[in-house]
Every structure is written in C-alpha cells, then in structure tokens.
C-alpha cells in the first residue's frame, strides 16, 4: 500500500494531506530546531552569551503570530500551495520562476552548510576525512528521499526532534544543578555576555550587537522572511489534512519557542565556563567536544548518533523542498505545461540526484566559515529576505502594480549577494551583526525598487496596469479561532516579561 502511495507525484513531493496534526506541528519545528540549528546556537550561544536569546523571542515568536493571522488565512483564502504559486497570481509569471529558482538556490545552499556540518562531526568523532563525510553521506539522503519522499522526511523529522528534547534535557538539568540555577548561570558569565539589551547602542553596526540591528534586522526582517515566506515550512502546513489544523500548526510552534531556549541556550553558557582559556576547535562543534570532555562515552556516543540522524534529515528535508519548488513550480509551469504524472515523478527523482550533488559542491564553500550560524543567515538574506519583501507587500498593497514583482527580486538578491562584499569594506562589530544589516540592506534594495517600478509603471500606463487583473480579489478572510489569537497574545507578553527579568 505504501509502495503504490509513493508511486504518485503529489506523494512523493507534497504528501496526499494525511499526516496527524501532532506529527506536522513536530516536523513543523523540526524543520526550524534540527542538529543544525541546535549546534549552531549552542556555538552562538558561546560566542555571544544572552543575545542568543533573541533568535527564540525576538525572532520567532511575533513572526509566527504574523503567520497566524495574517499570511495563512491569505493562503487558505487563495487555495495556494506555495509561495511562488502565490507570487504568480500577484506579480505574474515571472515572479514565479525568479522566486522558485531563489528558494532551490537557498535549499541547495543549506544542505551544504548541513552537509558541512556533518563531516565536520563524522571526522572529529570517527575520524573520516572531509570528503568522506560529505559524499556518504550524500548518497544516503539520496536514497533515503528516492525510497520515502517528503512523507518519510516529515515522520523522521518528528522522531529525532524528540529524541533531540531526551538529549537536551538531562544535560540543561544537570548545567543548571551545577550553576544552581538559571541566574547565578547568567550572573556567572563575563559581563558582555550577561544581558539581552543592557548596555547595547541603539545603533552602532561597528559594535558586537545594537538594539536596531537586533530588532528591526532580526525580528522583523529576518525572522518574517523565514517564517512566513520559507518555503521548507510553508510546505510542511500545506501538508496538514485540513484548514483548521493548518492554523493550529503555528500556535503549537508558539510555545515551543518559548521553551527551547531553556534546552538549547543554557548548555552553551555553560560551555563559557567550562571551555574558558580553552582554545575550542569550531564554534559549531562546542556541543560534541563538551560531550566528549564530560560525559561517559555511552551517553555522548547516542547524542552523537542523534546529532547525525538530525542533520541527516535537515539535509533531506532542504533537498525535498527543493525538489518540490523545482517540478510543480519551475518544471511543470515553463518547461512541460502538460507533463503526466508519471514523468513528473521521475523528473523529481533525477532533480533529487542534481540537487544533491550540487549541495556537496556547497559544503566545501561552507569550510571556510567556523561559524555556520552566519552563514545561513547570509544566505537568508540574499534568497529569501527579497521573495518575502514582495510577499508581504503584495499582502498590504493591493494596488501595487504587478510589474513590481519581478525588478524586485532580482534587485534585492543582487543586493545581498553583494552586501557579502561590502562587509570586506565595512567593517562591522561581528559576524551576527553584518547578517542582521546585510538583510536590512537586501529588504531595503527590494523595496525601493518595487517603489520605483510602481511610480514608473504609473506613469507610463496613466490609464491603469494591462496585468491589474493579476491582482488576486481578497474578500473576508477565513477567521482564526479566537483562543489562538489569545494564545499568540500570551506568549508575547510572556517573552516581553521575560526579557526585563534578563535585561
């Protein structure tokens, strides 16, 4: 039955819509939470102390009560199944094809960064060389998404984040019992470490962090690119069997990021103490060496074996959004309008080997960086921050004119890619700072060039836009449950509270 399931096109690249809400709201943070973003923030948490905090608060919680009630009621409303589907419907079709072709570079990038990630811990643990970390490992994601699909990744992403949280915890409780608790933790911690928001300018991109960069870069640049317009999540709710489940998948989200910093944030300030005036190998590798130093070698050889488990499946999880935006929103569309479904399956599985490929290619420009948490967001702001822009203006300016679209995108991807450049010459506090303001200036570019095209296209067609009726109409949108919206309110007070406990 399974077997024949996986046979069709829709199966294989989106789900047939019939996995449990539990199990889509697990893969749903998943996706955000896996050994990539755990190690990461452990090695941001090391680097910068307290002001990792803000990647759980300020840049999670409000984006995702934005998704709540704003972006996936537009979504269900338009009967979407991805953004540049969407963007179509809004800009045309060329908005479609420069937004898909963004997403697959984005995806292809980030598989590398994992793929990256997880020769570096094959060879500090095995002892593998770096190549033969990266390619078995990319013939095993082949395999593994060829023989599964989107379906097998989703229920994988579930179980290791599970796992994940078995791992975590006991080691947060024993850091803590150590520390004796969270404040004499954070009071323990070199002063610049101690504090979320004290001490920092409102603006000064030459220093390690600023109040502006972190709030406008972070928590609203950033953070609404990612969550409201990535298409690795935005294809994870279209998964969820009906409507009401989709909107119950961001609430859940919710409180998750509330939480997790307790798991994830609090090892890493343990880290500062116990690896202080130790030279540490990588950033991103503190979590296994702190492993490795202090714990039996049964306990750190299973959050070893999870670490790779979870980093597999981030891999599998890029690669098969990738493949998805590629065959139903650059293949189908311009390539072969009336493709069977037969050959769109196979279409995906040859795409699946390409893109794979091409991730290795990008895990070796991944080495030159000690810090991937940088990097992806790098990566963020020259892919997905302009795609976002346009969406989010497409949203609240419905008489923006369609031909804004595309000029946009490019603009704004040529925009972050060259802000990489610029950080050679402007020389900022520290790598989290030059992410925050590379993405300030790619969102800055996109907008001022939907502006310009918007006030050009005015004033060569005075009689009104030939593609206004592009324009999807917008009537009442379908509501959200009052007690979501009130769970959104709640958990925004609540990171509001606990921001003046450790300001």
């Not at 989200?253 to 939480?259: D, N, Q, S, T």
Request: one cysteine or more; glycine letters at 6%.
């Amino acid at each position: 039955m399974n077997r024949r399931r996986r046979e069709s096109a829709q199966h294989f690249l989106h789900t047939n819509r019939d996995v449990s809400l539990w199990v889509i709201s697990l893969s749903f943070l998943a996706a955000n939470c896996s050994a990539l973003e755990v190690l990461m923030m452990i090695a941001v948490s090391v680097k910068y102390g307290m002001l990792a905090i803000h990647f759980y608060w300020v840049g999670a919680i409000p984006a995702l009560a934005f998704l709540l009630c704003v972006v996936l009621p537009q979504y269900q409303q338009l009967k979407v199944r991805s953004i540049p589907e969407y963007l179509e419907r809004r800009f045309g079709p060329s908005a479609r094809f420069l937004s898909a072709a963004a997403f697959c570079a984005l995806m292809i990038a980030v598989a590398g960064i994992t793929l990256c990630l997880t020769s570096r811990l094959l060879h500090l643990v095995i002892g593998w060389s770096y190549p033969q970390g990266i390619w078995l490992m990319t013939t095993a994601v082949c395999a593994f998404l060829l023989a599964g699909g989107l379906s097998a990744v989703i229920y994988g992403e579930a179980l290791q984040l599970l796992i994940f949280v078995l791992v975590l915890v006991p080691l947060t409780l024993k850091a803590l019992r150590t520390a004796g608790g969270v404040r004499p933790l954070v009071k323990s911690l070199p002063v610049t470490s101690q504090h979320t928001f004290q001490g920092l300018d409102l603006f000064a991109p030459h220093a390690h962090a600023d109040v502006f960069g972190i709030v406008v870069g972070l928590g609203f640049v950033l953070s609404f690119s990612y969550w409201c317009a990535d298409f690795l999540l935005v294809q994870r709710l279209c998964a969820a069997r009906n409507n009401r489940e989709m909107l119950r998948i961001p609430s859940l989200a919710i409180v998750g990021k509330v939480l997790l910093p307790l798991v994830l944030v609090v090892p890493g300030l343990t880290v500062v103490r116990a690896f202080s005036g130790t030279a540490l190998y990588t950033f991103d590798l503190t979590l296994p060496q702190m492993l490795l130093h202090n714990y039996p070698i049964s306990m750190a050889a299973v959050a070893m074996a999870a670490m790779v488990a979870s980093l597999f499946l981030s891999m599998c999880g890029n690669i098969a959004a990738g493949v998805a935006i590629f065959t139903s929103d650059l293949y189908r569309p311009f390539v072969c309008p009336d493709a069977s479904d037969q050959q769109t399956l196979r279409i995906g599985r040859v795409s699946t080997l390409l893109m794979m490929l091409a991730a290795g290619g990008a895990a070796y420009v991944a080495f030159g960086s000690n810090a991937l948490m940088e990097y992806v967001q790098l990566a963020l702001s020259a892919f997905n921050v302009p795609v976002a822009a346009v969406l989010l203006a497409g949203i609240f300016f419905p008489r923006l004119t369609p031909r804004a679209g595309s000029p946009a995108i490019i603009v704004g991807t040529l925009a972050g890619i060259l802000s990489w450049q610029a950080a050679r010459v402007v020389q900022f506090g520290s790598g989290i700072t030059e992410t925050f303001y590379s993405a300030l200036i790619s969102f800055a570019f996109t907008v001022i060039a939907m502006v310009v095209t918007h006030l050009q296209s005015a004033m060569l067609t005075p009689n009104g836009d030939p593609l206004s009726h592009l324009n999807p109409v917008l009537t009442a949108s379908p509501s959200v449950p009052r007690s979501l919206k009130v769970l959104a309110l709640v958990s925004i007070s609540t990171i509001a509270g606990l921001y003046l406990l450790f300001r």
